[in-house]
């Protein structure tokens, strides 16, 4: 597994900003998602659309 390593930066970020670099960085680097769909095969997957 890789390891990550998280430091304080210059950059404001907000809870969700940081959630979702680190979504990202466990879909890249991981295969989370896969045994998530071993283990729950029928699963749906959310549809998101953009606000307009």
Known sequence: MQRF?????????????????????????????KVVQRKIPHRNRPVITPCQ
């Open 5 to 33: 390593i998280i430091e304080q930066g210059e950059a404001d970020l907000t809870s969700h900003s940081g959630l979702a670099l680190v979504g990202m960085a466990l879909r890249k680097n991981t295969d989370l998602a």
